[in-house]
């Protein structure tokens, strides 16, 4: 069956880095693109962008320039999210989704269980 | 970007009622609109595609309906476990972008 498990919760310094990983499994890894969405303390799901597992080309939505990269080790069915320079009001909770495209349309069918990532002094 | 409006933000609501849950669009998406299930601590599940089609395994007291701005999900004789969040997302437009979401509670 189609799974994402992602790596588990993360406490971080401010200025520091962190890196989440999501493995897949259950389907061909390099067929269907990968969404990283965020979730901060009781608020609602943002959009951070994706990356094409068949180039490795990623797409990042305004607001998570700069300080978020998104990788791929394909060898081992891996998406990943770097945060550097991490900053109190990157704590949040970080999925990864796979998308399924269908004519001028997407959606995520399947999900990561997320990973906490908390910043703190 | 496309701004989503959901209302209620939240809707109080008993085992057994029907309830709909609407969806409001800035800009016309066609029918690219998804609903999505949360629970507190877990990862959204995907309950509606294409503003009208059931996720594989998704009762079918949801259903969804709309088209263009104007979008709606329904939930017929509810269930303890349908008690979550639920959000939607236009995917016509990049970025896709969510609603604030709805909370359902007893």
């Known amino acids: 069956q189609v799974q994402l498990v992602q790596s588990g919760s993360e406490l971080k310094k401010p200025g520091a880095s962190v890196k989440v990983s999501c493995k897949a499994s259950?389907?061909?890894?390099?067929?269907?693109?990968i969404n990283w969405v965020r979730q901060a303390p009781g608020q609602g799901l943002e959009w951070m962008g994706w990356?094409?597992?068949?180039?490795?080309?990623?797409t990042y939505a305004p607001g998570f320039t700069g300080r978020f990269v998104f990788s791929l080790d394909s060898s081992v069915s891996t998406a990943y999210l770097q945060i550097i320079s991490l900053e109190a009001e990157d704590t949040a909770v970080y999925f990864c989704?796979?998308?399924?495209?269908?004519?001028?349309?997407?959606?995520?069918?399947?999900w990561g269980q997320g990973t906490l990532v908390t910043v703190s002094s | 970007d496309v701004q989503m409006t959901q209302s209620p933000s939240i809707l109080s609501a008993s085992v057994g009622d029907r309830v709909a849950i609407t969806c409001r669009a800035s800009q016309n998406v066609i029918e690219y609109l998804n609903w999505y299930q949360q629970k507190p601590g877990k990862a959204p599940r995907l309950l509606i595609y294409?503003?009208?089609n059931l996720q594989s395994g998704v009762p079918s007291r949801f259903s969804g309906s709309g088209f263009g701005t104007h979008f709606s999900l329904n939930i017929s004789g509810l269930q303890p476990e349908d008690f979550a969040s639920y959000f939607c997302q236009q995917s016509y437009s990049s970025p896709p972008t969510f609603g604030q979401g709805t909370r359902l509670e007893i």
């Open positions: 259950g389907y061909s890894f390099t067929k269907f693109t």
């Open positions: 989704a796979r998308i399924y495209y269908y004519a001028s349309g997407s959606h995520s069918d399947y």
């Open positions: 990356i094409s597992t068949d180039t490795g080309h990623p």
């Open positions: 294409a503003a009208s």
